[in-house]
């Protein structure tokens, strides 16, 4: 009797993994939606309230967001033209070689790549000393404990699961479209604007939504490239936990950037339902 005909099997490998979620995902959950409603004297907003009130806290949120952004942006641009080669590119070595070239940053601390950005970011870092003797600056540029070093080092970690994305999408493409629209009159670019690039948009839409996502609560990265007017929403919980102390109020800022996820995630899942091509998300 093979597995698939054992009575209640498929139930069972259903429950272990919801069960899994609950206790190890859910309670803690929990917990942290029930300290950020409570303080010494029992039930309270004021966690909430104490956040959109100090500018500082409402600026942080907004840095977290125009972070994300920038870095899903610079990943779609890095990110597409390298998927696409790999999807075109009909040499084994050649795929092989940029597929390492992907991964193997994937495959590295995060903690390790993170300072190896520091020297090369730093004021006589490799990255200075290449604009200068490009002649593109005059002086070192400060590319270190601001809004610029954290996108740098965010955007090397996600670009593979934008790259992966995007790859497999681009190769269940058929081809033969692209070659049917050049075979009737239109020019390669053409033919790739109006035929190639809108059956890849579901993997520019998932590839997109998951960097954006999962850069919403980097910590390690903004707090050492980082800086004070970069400061990001998951380094302040930490500061608040960790170094303050006050759990109530960082549960309350980590249920709000759980709010923020669940809702942009949600207006991505209404935008990729009107999509023509939703079915290949889903």
Not at 108 to 120: D, E, G, H, N, P
Not at 161 to 190: C, F, H, T, W
């Given at each position: 009797m093979g597995f698939a005909k054992v009575p209640?099997?498929?139930?069972?490998?259903?429950v272990i993994p919801v069960l899994f979620v609950l206790v190890f995902m859910g309670y803690p959950l929990l917990g942290v939606l029930?300290?950020?409603?409570?303080?010494?004297?029992?039930?309270?907003l004021n966690n909430f309230i104490r956040i959109f009130q100090e500018p500082i806290y409402f600026q942080v949120i907004v840095n977290t967001l125009k972070v994300s952004f920038i870095v899903t942006v610079c990943a779609l641009i890095l990110g597409y033209p390298v998927a696409y080669l790999l999807t075109k590119t009909?040499?084994?070595?050649?795929?092989?070689?940029?597929t390492a070239a992907v991964l193997l940053p994937y495959w590295?601390?995060?903690?390790?790549?993170?300072?190896?950005?520091?020297?090369?970011l730093q004021s006589n870092g490799i990255v200075n000393k290449l604009l200068m003797a490009l002649g593109l600056?005059?002086?070192?540029?400060?590319?270190?404990?601001?809004?610029?070093?954290?996108t740098i080092g965010i955007t090397h970690v996600?670009?593979?699961?934008?790259?992966?994305?995007?790859?497999?999408?681009?190769?269940?493409?058929?081809?033969?479209?692209?070659?049917?629209?050049?075979?009737?009159?239109?020019?390669?670019?053409?033919?790739?604007?109006?035929?190639?690039?809108p059956l890849s948009l579901p993997g520019v839409i998932s590839g997109s939504l998951l960097v954006f996502?999962?850069?919403?609560?980097?910590?390690?990265?903004?707090?050492?490239?980082?800086?004070?007017?970069?400061?990001?929403?998951?380094?302040?919980?930490?500061?608040?936990?960790?170094?303050?102390?006050?759990?109530?109020?960082?549960?309350?800022?980590?249920?709000?950037?759980?709010?923020?996820?669940?809702?942009?995630?949600?207006?991505s899942y209404l935008i990729v339902g009107k999509y023509p091509g939703a079915k290949e998300l889903k």
């Open positions: 209640g099997l498929k139930w069972l490998l259903l029930k300290l950020s409603v409570t303080d010494q004297n029992g039930f309270t009909q040499s084994n070595q050649l795929k092989i070689w940029i590295t601390s995060v903690l390790v790549r993170t300072y190896a950005w520091t020297f090369m600056v005059g002086e070192p540029v400060k590319l270190l404990h601001n809004m610029l070093g954290t996600l670009l593979p699961y934008m790259v992966l994305n995007l790859y497999a999408v681009m190769q269940g493409i058929d081809r033969n479209l692209v070659r049917a629209a050049e075979g009737m009159g239109s020019r390669p670019a053409k033919a790739f604007w109006t035929v190639f690039f996502v999962l850069s919403l609560g980097f910590l390690i990265i903004p707090a050492i490239l980082g800086g004070p007017s970069s400061l990001m929403i998951s380094t302040l919980i930490e500061t608040q936990v960790n170094q303050l102390l006050n759990w109530n109020f960082g549960s309350a800022i980590a249920v709000v950037l759980l709010i923020i996820t669940l809702l942009l995630t949600g207006i």
